[in-house]
């Protein structure tokens, strides 16, 4: 059945184009991952990442750019920070907030501004990863007290960012998905082989067995969540007679966003103590000791665990207060000539939709909280590190991009098979 519907879909023209263009600027993508900013000495760095799982993960966020010190160090985290941004300046900026409503041609203000406040975000950051990196690696990656050749690392990393957000959008636009999303998808799927490899050649074929399954069954129950929603039952009346139809809220309405950023923000203190920890400073170095000792990533504590759940309950209803906003939604319905049986349109529909949504995010975001910490709670109650294939977050991510791309991919059969009786 599966060869069959691959084989439809070979069959379309136009789709195959996309699929081939998504596929040659994927590769365009890794090639970018493996060439080093000039003159840097990446020697050891990527035991460094392997060694620390925060920034390991943290890297197949990124492309896996930190490992080779390469020209997209960054990958699109700063584009990505810019967008939370911009989406929270909507918030707080009326103008901003105007634009975002004016559909298609405020989405391309909105972009335009986006594009423009990435670069300075990325110009900052790259100094602070160079820095980093330099400090955790044990020969020096470059001269910091260099300016110039700081300065020429620092403009090449940017560069290397603003041709990567170029990539994705027009990876978009020719492409079958999102491009960005599936940036960050081919980056969390490249560390699969080497997963793989490892429990090979280490000889666990029990484990590793126990382990394909264990990912198997997690990925079933994070599709069965991620299309699960309710619907909420609506009656339009503009006809003269009564309509019914369903307005949908899914469960999982952050998708993979919460994710990301808490992984960004779970990871810093480990980071910056294993900074302080060398520091020469007696104060300093016990700072660094006491974040290393609650968030280490290779011996997370329960602390390590608390946090990192709390921070994806508290960033999945965060995004879902921007992204869903009750009240135009409701002000549509009403326009519309519709009503949710007993329920009076207008203030008291948007009350009603947001404590739905509230009540459904609960769920949805603490589902995502506990499929990120999983191996590390069975880590602890086991009395070792448990890694599956690919990690919890991963596989949100990774299903949240197929999805989407099956809803992509199935719209365009559709409209094939329309315009052939056209």
């Excluded at 978009?172 to 490892?198: D, F, H, K, R």
């Excluded at 000889?203 to 198997?216: C, D, E, K, S, V």
């Excluded at 990192?308 to 009403?334: D, H, P």
């Excluded at 007993?342 to 009350?351: H, L, N, Q, S, Y």
Aim: net charge positive; charged share 15%.
């Amino acid at each position: 059945m599966i060869l069959d519907y691959i084989k439809t879909v070979l069959t379309i023209k136009d789709l195959r184009k996309k699929i081939i263009a998504t596929l040659l600027l994927v590769l365009v993508y890794k090639f970018l991952s493996v060439i080093p900013i000039p003159g840097v000495n990446t020697d050891g760095l990527s035991a460094i990442i392997e060694g620390q799982k925060g920034l390991a993960f943290f890297s197949a966020l990124m492309g896996w750019g930190l490992e080779n010190f390469s020209i997209i160090l960054m990958g699109l985290s700063p584009y990505i920070n810019a967008v939370i941004i911009i989406q929270l300046l909507g918030v707080i900026v009326p103008k901003i907030g105007d634009m975002q409503k004016e559909g298609e041609q405020g989405q391309k203000k909105i972009t335009k501004i986006t594009r423009w406040l990435t670069l300075p975000i990325a110009f900052v950051q790259s100094y602070g990863m160079i820095i980093l990196l330099n400090s955790l690696a044990s020969a020096p990656i470059l001269n910091v007290t260099d300016i110039p050749t700081v300065l020429m690392a620092m403009l090449i990393a940017t560069a290397g960012t603003m041709f990567l957000m170029w990539l994705g959008e027009v990876m978009t636009e020719s492409g079958i998905s999102n491009g960005i999303s599936i940036i960050i998808m081919a980056g969390v799927l490249a560390a699969v082989p080497n997963v793989i490899m490892q429990h090979i050649n280490n000889g666990a074929y029990p484990l590793f067995i126990a382990l394909i399954i264990a990912t198997l069954v997690i990925i079933y129950v994070i599709i069965k969540f991620t299309e699960g929603n309710r619907r909420i039952p609506i009656i339009y009346t503009r006809t003269g007679r009564e309509e019914k139809s369903y307005f949908p809220i899914k469960i999982n309405q952050a998708g993979m966003i919460p994710i990301i950023f808490s992984v960004s923000i779970v990871t810093f203190p480990a980071i910056i103590g294993q900074i302080l920890s060398n520091s020469t400073g007696e104060r300093a170095s016990k700072v660094g000791e006491t974040l290393l000792t609650y968030f280490s990533i290779q011996n997370p504590s329960w602390v390590f665990i608390i946090v990192y759940f709390a921070l994806v309950m508290a960033f999945a209803f965060f995004y879902v207060s921007i992204t869903f906003k009750t009240e135009e939604v409701a002000e549509n319905i009403q326009k519309r000539g519709g009503y949710i049986p007993g329920i009076r349109p207008g203030a008291d529909t948007a009350a009603y939709l947001q404590k739905v949504s509230n009540h459904l995010n609960l769920y949805g975001g603490s589902f995502l909280a506990f499929i990120a910490v999983l191996p590390y709670i069975m880590g602890k109650l086991l009395g070792q590190s448990v890694d599956f294939i690919i990690s919890g977050a991963g596989l949100i991510i990774i299903v949240s991009v197929i999805l989407d791309i099956i809803r992509k991919v199935d719209s365009e059969m559709k409209m094939f098979d329309y315009s052939k009786y056209k």
